[in-house]
């Protein structure tokens, strides 16, 4: 059964560098079957797409966070990343990675349970 | 800001029907891009509710089902139950940004 779990610091300093991590477990990750995502949701707001990447290391992201993301891929340890540099108060969010197929909408059907994470000093 | 509109809030009795829509534009949902729904219950991450505008995942009752008409999309809810209470969210592709869109969100009231 295949399952989505982040993991990373709950808390970050303004200007730094968010780093959160999704294990997959119970499918490879490298299936060319799936897309693999990032996904935000800031305390009492809506959801906002962060990016999405393939095994591959093929990625698209989210215009108005490009600058600043990076999603990544380890096949080997069958795990995907995300950076977000220079944070704000405003990236104070829950962050959910979760998988959807290879059609660009496609939606994200197996989700994570989200992990919050606090920007402040 | 999002490029999905929904309303913020609807409400109603057990039993009864709501509908939320979910209006896009001709970058996204006019052209044909396909929509998905998301049911999320306080404190828990959001659940595939409809896929690819009016499909149901395996376990979904069948009191869910969306449609799609144009630059529009709209989820019903018929025989609403007080487990229905939650946020929902509209979500497809747009083609100006490049990427995946979520809806502004609808808060579901059971009264």
């Known amino acids: 059964q295949l399952q989505l779990q982040e993991s990373g610091p709950g808390l970050v300093k303004p200007s730094e560098t968010l780093s959160l991590t999704c294990a997959v477990s119970?499918?490879?990750?490298?299936?060319?079957?799936?897309?693999w995502g990032w996904i935000r949701q800031p305390p009492g707001k809506g959801l906002e797409w962060i990016g999405s990447?393939?095994?591959?290391?093929?990625?698209y992201y989210n215009a108005s966070l490009k600058s600043r993301v990076t999603i990544s891929v380890d096949t080997s340890k069958n795990q995907f990343s995300l950076k977000l540099n220079s944070v704000t108060a405003a990236d104070t969010a829950i962050y959910y990675c979760?998988?959807?197929?290879?059609?660009?909408?496609?939606?994200?059907?197996?989700w994570g349970q989200g992990t919050m994470v606090t920007v402040s000093s | 800001q999002s490029v999905l509109t929904q309303p913020p809030s609807v409400s109603g009795a057990p039993g009864q029907t709501v509908t939320i829509s979910c209006t896009g534009s001709?970058?996204?949902?006019?052209?044909?891009?396909?929509v998905h729904w998301y049911q999320q219950l306080p404190g828990t991450a959001p659940k595939l509710l409809i896929y690819?505008?009016?499909n149901r995942p395996s376990g979904v009752p069948d009191r869910f089902s969306g449609s799609k008409s144009g630059t529009s999309a709209s989820l019903a809810i018929t025989g609403l139950q007080a487990e229905d209470e939650a946020d929902y969210y509209c979500?497809?592709?747009?083609?100006?940004?490049?990427?995946?869109?979520f809806g502004t969100g609808t808060k579901v009231t059971v009264l």
């Open positions: 990447i393939y095994y591959t290391g093929s990625t």
């Open positions: 979760a998988k959807r197929g290879t059609a660009a909408d496609d939606g994200f059907d197996m």
């Open positions: 119970g499918r490879s990750i490298s299936s060319t079957s799936y897309y």
């Open positions: 690819t505008n009016n």
């Open positions: 979500q497809s592709y747009d083609s100006s940004l490049s990427g995946s869109v």
């Open positions: 001709s970058s996204n949902i006019g052209t044909g891009y396909d």
